[in-house]
């Protein structure tokens, strides 16, 4: 268990190219094959190159847990098989939403205990996300913010959320993710957390700007110190 620093395309905002839970780690096709492996292996997850409506997007379109995982309406068929191909042995949900919002990814903060969703997606959406994930979905937000899932990164250990969170706010992830929740940033100050932080009950990764002290708060909110 630990926390390791990387960059993906050049880039210090992992969470916005790729998704990672305890069971799986989704990136682009066209990233780098045996770094990417050694980083799954490393989270104990298994590797899923793939793209989402042609976007290397993957982390702010797409979102979920060990139960199940979301995917907009733009996926393709064949995008979806490398998904299919590897969780077939488990009974996860794959959902494709048929909305016409896209960035799951950026909408939901979510993990095995529980889901925090825009305000803004619609009652239908929400019982789907609820289904497909397994988990009690609510509506919230983070420092008055619809956009959760940016603002925040979710483990089954704890949550590292956007500085100006509210009281409320706060109590209110607490509650649903049942996790402890303590707030940072990432990649020298950025505040919109998930975009350059990935972590799962084994370990982290966090863009390569992150400060040490940024770094010493990611392992206490995610409980990675060993």
């Known amino acids: ?16 190219f790729s998704l ?18 050694r ?7 298994k590797t899923i190159f793939t793209t989402v409506g042609y976007s ?29 191909a590897v969780a077939e042995k488990s009974d996860m949900k794959i959902a494709v939403m048929e909305t016409k919002r896209t960035a799951y990814g950026n909408m939901v903060l979510t993990n095995d205990y529980g889901a925090i969703v825009d305000p803004r997606v619609n ?10 994930l397994g988990v009690e979905a609510v509506h919230g937000e983070i420092a008055g913010l619809p956009y959760v899932g940016s603002l925040a990164a979710a483990t089954n250990k704890g949550v590292l959320a956007h500085p100006m969170i509210k009281d409320e706010e706060k109590e209110l992830l607490k509650s649903v993710l049942r996790v402890p929740v303590e707030v940072g940033t990432i990649n020298c100050g950025i505040p919109y957390v998930k975009t ?8 982290a990764v966090a863009g390569l700007l992150t400060t040490g002290p940024e770094l010493f708060i990611i392992e206490s909110a995610l409980d990675l110190v060993e």
């Open 196 to 203: 350059g932080l990935l972590g799962n009950s084994y370990g």
């Open 39 to 45: 980083l799954g292996e490393q989270l104990k997850v």
């Open 1 to 16: 268990m630990g926390i390791f620093l990387s960059s993906i395309f050049g880039s210090a905002s992992l969470g916005v």
């Open 56 to 84: 290397l997007l993957i982390g702010a379109l797409a979102c979920g847990n060990s139960k199940g995982l979301i995917f907009p309406h733009l996926t393709r068929e064949e995008e979806l098989q490398p998904v299919y």
């Open 123 to 132: 009652p239908e959406a929400m019982k789907q996300i609820s289904d497909t």
């Open 20 to 37: 990672l839970t305890d069971e799986f780690f989704i990136v682009p096709s066209l990233a780098p094959e045996k770094r990417i492996e």
